[in-house]
């Protein structure tokens, strides 16, 4: 392609927005105020701070104080009034004998039901036995989520939700030999189906990259880089510019030195998008010894606003670009739109998730060894195994003389990490102790939302506020209420995805005594299978990516984790309707929770299922949300009806 054509195409991008920035602080999510605990920057020194935007006209700065009025508006300032009535001393000894009588009747009541419920367990205890000790090493603990099998003694389920846990152990006991309700392991086949992968179908000449280089250097986990080098893809695109292979920023909360080629096969990056954009694995030598930085080449997330418009970069970015001939993007975290953007460039977008990204044979091979044994040694491999792991997955299969039928399994990502359960601002049930816990966590890791609480005439939104509108992240006892109520059985092997869980083992009680067919891969792999992944959580978590996208169905506990996002987009992509993905609506369920002292197990079976079916409606990717989640549409996908 010549320069002219590229120059005509972005003057006509260029024209989609007269005006780059709206004259007010926009806040797409609560999060955005303090920054994502996923997306913060761990390394200061690898993100060179270049002060105010250079782009942003001011209007960058005081931003978080803007948005904190703004959260203010949309929450409400209702500020309860203080009960100052005054009783009169007969009111207060009439109040104080009807106290001790309904004090001596509860107490009479909870003694009635703790009879019969430790009766119900032992039941339960006789008829599970040994029946549901059939995952290797099942009970063993594991080095990031900390699995262990509690004992049969210990079975108190306390805390909030001790009744409803006791409900669940009696419906799980009861039920093991009935059939799981039908929809369980399934998609509204029809409409799903009706949709297929053609994002690798091509509709332009190769980009020659004449502009100068872009590079970028991707903060965050796993899942954050790989948006952004899909991002930095369609923006060497846009601005007619030759990429080098993005480096990844290491962080002091992941903690892993992994660079791109230690978890993407490089080669394959290289070649398959070669028809979109020049690739290549480093700067030219007489550009290698410039100092970025001091040439202004360097462009920070400060900025860059979050979901830029290409008319942004055609205006901010490419002049820099065609006159150093370089430009460093440094973290790059979530920086493009997802609208309006061109038809082709969207789909190369999603060329680049869907196709251009291959795990290296390292990873591939370790991950098809976890996928054989959650199918216990099938003789087929599963549905997405191609896409995932590549030839190793047959390879697996061929290895194994003695297969057996397949084995399904479910996938959960337990979303409860410290830094999620502290950035929430929600309250989890461990009282003042939790409280200070969290609050010193937040000093640390999130002082800008300690500043934001410290604002004057500015009141955070409380706790039973956030959980009553779905913003506090399931906890994993609420988790293994929803799986318990959605009919899973208490066989169902269920791989758990996450790292250090918030409260260790003990939170993890509940979900390992209803459900012990509880898995990791800590414990399904040996230590040498995983020694070669030491210390390098990036590519422990490709592992966790893998086992959650190749599941016979999915469960996530916030669907606005990362992970979760491209896990269910991946299973759509490639799954041909036959992928179900279970995505909480946590404002529904935060007001069937919020019942759980008195409803009864049936309607709560009932309000559950219901909540969670109206999330599996089939439907075209929503405007202006995330294509790696959402590919049903045209750019990603096409319908065959």
């Not at 509880?518 to 893998?546: G, R, Y």
Request: charged content about 25%.
């Amino acid at each position: 392609m010549s320069s002219t054509s590229n120059s005509n195409n972005s003057h006509n991008l260029a024209l989609e927005s007269k005006q780059d920035r709206p004259n007010t602080v926009r806040i797409p999510d609560r999060v955005d105020l303090w920054g994502s605990p996923r997306s913060r920057q761990g390394s200061p020194s690898h993100s060179p701070r270049l002060g105010p935007s250079r782009f942003l006209n001011g209007e960058k700065s005081g931003a978080s104080f803007a948005g904190a009025e703004l959260l203010g508006k949309l929450w409400g300032d209702r500020k309860k009034q203080p009960k100052n009535a005054k009783r009169k001393g007969g009111k207060v000894w009439y109040h104080k004998e009807r106290v001790k009588g309904l004090v001596v009747l509860t107490a009479l009541v909870g003694l009635f039901f703790l009879v019969d419920w430790i009766m119900l367990l032992r039941l339960q205890d006789h008829r599970v036995g040994s029946d549901d000790r059939s995952s290797r090493n099942a009970s063993s603990v594991s080095a990031q989520v900390k699995v262990t099998k509690p004992s049969k003694g210990k079975k108190h389920y306390g805390g909030i939700y001790g009744r409803l846990l006791a409900l669940a152990a009696h419906a799980l006991a009861e039920g093991q030999n009935k059939r799981e309700p039908k929809d369980l392991w399934q998609e509204p086949v029809v409409p799903a189906s009706a949709w297929r992968p053609c994002a690798d179908q091509r509709d332009w000449e190769p980009n020659e990259g004449k502009n100068g280089y872009i590079m970028v250097t991707a903060n965050g986990g796993i899942n954050q880089q790989r948006v952004a080098v899909c991002n930095a893809v369609v923006l060497a695109r846009l601005l007619n510019a030759t990429l080098v292979v993005p480096k990844f920023m290491y962080s002091s909360v992941w903690k892993d030195v992994s660079q791109f080629g230690d978890i993407y096969q490089e080669e394959h990056f290289i070649k398959y998008l070669a028809p979109d954009i020049r690739i290549v694995k480093e700067l030219p030598e007489e550009l290698k010894s410039l100092d970025l930085e001091a040439i202004g080449s360097v462009v920070t997330d400060v900025d860059v606003r979050k979901e830029s418009k290409p008319s942004f970069y055609l205006k901010n970015i490419l002049p820099i670009l065609l006159q150093k001939r370089v430009v460093h993007f440094v973290g790059f975290g979530n920086r493009l739109a997802f609208d309006p953007i061109p038809f082709q460039l969207q789909r190369l977008r999603c060329r680049c998730n869907f196709h251009a990204l291959k795990f290296v044979p390292k990873i591939q091979e370790t991950a098809a060894l976890l996928l054989e044994r959650l199918h216990k040694h099938s003789a087929q491999p599963g549905l997405l195994d191609h896409y995932l792991v590549g030839p190793h997955a047959v390879a697996a299969m061929i290895a194994r003389s003695d297969r057996a039928k397949a084995s399904k399994y479910l996938a959960l990502h337990l979303r409860f990490e410290i830094d999620m359960v502290a950035h929430s601002l929600c309250e989890f049930g461990g009282g003042e102790q939790e409280g200070q816990e969290l609050e010193a966590y937040r000093q640390i890791h999130f002082p800008a939302l300690t500043e934001l609480k410290k604002t004057e005439n500015f009141r955070l939104p409380s706790p039973a506020m956030l959980r009553s509108e779905g913003l506090c992240p399931l906890t994993p006892e609420e988790a293994v209420l929803m799986l318990a109520a959605l009919g899973f059985n208490r066989k169902t092997q269920i791989y758990v995805a996450g790292a250090q869980i918030y409260g260790g083992t003990s939170r993890l009680a509940a979900l390992t005594s209803l459900y012990p067919n509880l898995v990791t891969k800590e414990n399904l792999l040996s230590s040498a299978e995983l020694e070669p992944f030491k210390n390098f959580s990036s590519q422990l978590a490709a592992l966790d990516f893998i086992a959650c996208t190749a599941a016979d169905a999915f469960a996530m506990t916030d669907s606005g984790s990362q992970l979760s996002s491209l896990v269910s987009g991946y299973r759509i992509y490639y799954g041909g309707g036959r992928m179900p993905t279970i995505r909480p609506n946590k404002r529904r369920l935060a007001d069937i929770f919020v019942k759980n002292n008195t409803i009864e197990w049936k309607v709560f079976e009932q309000r559950v299922r219901k909540a969670v079916r109206q999330t599996k409606h089939v439907q075209s990717r929503p405007k202006a949300r995330s294509v790696y989640r959402y590919p049903r549409c045209k750019e990603c996908m096409c319908r065959t009806d």
